[in-house]
């Protein structure tokens, strides 16, 4: 394990503001399995993941953790964990099977139940409406590529709205629509698989559409006091030398402020190049203003930034790979830098400088850190035990990070850790390992890992200790004698 730098005084522990809110999150592709329990439709991810060559090693999310039929266990490892809320998303086609039409009540009453006991255990419910898993029946007429999708989500908004906002007080719209569209419309990396620039234009606008037509469905069908907003996963892009600057500010574009000004400024960038945009002929009058209404709270999903600089495609070399579309250019991470098993460079020093920048151009909107983790290889010891510190390194540095923002002022009100358990990582299977909690996937067993003791411990407390306490020379490591035994 390497030190992470910091950009703060690692001396000193660090007081997190009253109020703010501590979570960790799911999504329900990943592991609820039992896709085919109690009427619940296939999703687009059901038939992505049983396509040959789209999974590792062919894996798929029809088990997962199994977490629709171990409801208690889960209920169980996110009360003792001592999070003050968890976030889960919808499985659309649990609750409409097609997409539209009649509700599913089984389904529906699924997500009742979990809302309801959360809430009894003193948990805050935090519901993503959509997290990925269209329904298939909707992909088989365009999926988001179709203008109608928006509209069917909006009906879903509905549904969800009447049935849970008096449990449910705060709602994340979509999640990461970037990923939806690049992966699953222009690179086919994610579902539906498809490769089609065209249709990931058409895709970004009507999910963002979608956006607002939820935003408007749930101002009408919950309460006072609730709290609605999008999340997305704004990577920042850093360019190296200066004559990268200009590649990377129009990835910033292309990659977040396509989704952000929207939201954000009722405008697609200028600076982004004309084929990432949607075509004029999409945007009907009053798109803009129904997907940049107000929004209570902007999510912020943050893993790594991506650095720019000059490079020579035809001789790369160590740590660089071509930015596509742009001849010359390449991605860049030191031989030296530290990096999780997704090869993804590990820097809090730029979430504290996203969440700078994110504070300004939201004029102090309220930020959640609705998702941040590290995929690690962790495995159980002999002893019984799963010792992540690569994880609590990785934690710890990025509340250090979350910290220093806030004391720049930035109104950061809560962070989810990413993810309560070990569960299907998309395209990746089951071979990278996310959560707080060992999952055996060949019986379902949960084992808390050193890191659920230690987020649990801050989360409680409120308080980030510094990291000669987190990491003492002499004496005992973090432990996770605070969290259950496994189930």
């Not at 038939?47 to 029809?62: E, I, K, L």
């Not at 169980?76 to 099977?97: E, H, M, N, T």
């Not at 309220?366 to 998702?371: A, C, D, M, S």
């Not at 659920?452 to 005992?476: C, H, I, K, M, Q």
Request: aromatic share 10%; with cysteine; net charge negative.
């Amino acid at each position: 394990m390497s030190v992470i730098s910091h950009s703060s005084d690692l001396m000193r522990a660090r007081r997190f503001p009253e109020g703010f809110l501590w979570g960790t999150g799911t999504s329900s592709y990943q592991i609820e399995g039992a896709v085919t329990a109690d009427g619940r439709g296939r999703s687009i991810w059901d038939v992505y993941a049983h396509t040959r060559g789209n999974v590792f090693r062919g894996d798929n999310g029809d088990i997962a953790c199994d977490s629709y039929n171990r409801l208690q266990d889960d209920l169980r490892i996110i009360k003792d964990l001592g999070v003050g809320a968890y976030r889960f998303s919808v499985a659309w086609s649990r609750v409409q099977p097609t997409g539209s039409g009649a509700v599913n009540q089984a389904g529906l009453d699924y997500y009742r139940r979990l809302a309801e006991q959360l809430r009894e255990n003193g948990v805050q419910p935090v519901v993503t409406v959509y997290h990925w898993d269209l329904p298939q029946a909707l992909e088989d007429q365009g999926g988001w590529a179709n203008r109608d999708t928006a509209q069917r989500m909006a009906e879903l908004a509905l549904i969800l709205g009447a049935e849970l906002g008096d449990q449910v007080s705060m709602w994340i719209t979509i999640n990461e629509p970037l990923q939806t569209v690049h992966q699953g419309y222009r690179t086919g990396t994610h579902a539906p698989g498809l490769c089609d620039d065209a249709l990931a234009a058409a895709a970004n606008h009507h999910i963002l559409l979608g956006h607002g037509l939820v935003l408007q469905a749930l101002r009408q069908t919950t309460g006072a006091g609730t709290v609605i907003g999008p999340t997305m996963d704004p990577d920042p892009y850093v360019a190296l030398d200066a004559e990268s600057e200009a590649v990377a500010e129009t990835l910033d574009a292309e990659f977040n402020l396509v989704y952000l000004d929207p939201v954000l400024r009722q405008r697609y960038p200028e600076s982004a190049r004309p084929e990432m945009l949607p075509p004029e002929a999409l945007i009907r009058d009053g798109d803009m203003e129904l997907i940049g209404a107000p929004i209570d709270f902007l999510g912020v999903n943050y893993y790594r930034p991506h650095h720019i600089r000059r490079g020579d495609w035809s001789d790369l070399r160590i740590g660089e790979e071509p930015v596509p579309g742009f001849p010359g250019f390449v991605h860049y991470q030191a031989p030296e830098q530290e990096r999780t098993v997704m090869d993804w460079p590990v820097v809090p020093a730029s979430l504290r400088d996203l969440l700078g920048r994110l504070h300004a151009y939201t004029d102090g909107l309220p930020l959640y850190i609705t998702e941040n983790g590290c995929a690690a290889d962790d495995y159980v010891s002999p002893g019984g035990t799963i010792d992540d510190y690569e994880r609590i390194a990785y934690i710890h540095g990025h509340l250090d990070a979350a910290a220093d923002a806030i004391a720049d002022g930035v109104n950061l009100a809560g962070y989810f850790h990413w993810s309560l358990m070990d569960n299907f990582e998309w395209s990746h299977g089951y071979r990278r390992r996310f959560g707080l909690h060992y999952v055996e996937f060949e019986t379902g067993r949960r084992v808390p890992k050193r890191s659920a003791g230690f987020y649990g411990n801050v989360a409680r407390t409120g308080t980030l200790p510094s990291w000669e306490e987190t990491f003492p020379l002499d004496g005992p490591m973090p432990s996770a004698s605070t969290t259950p035994a496994a189930v």
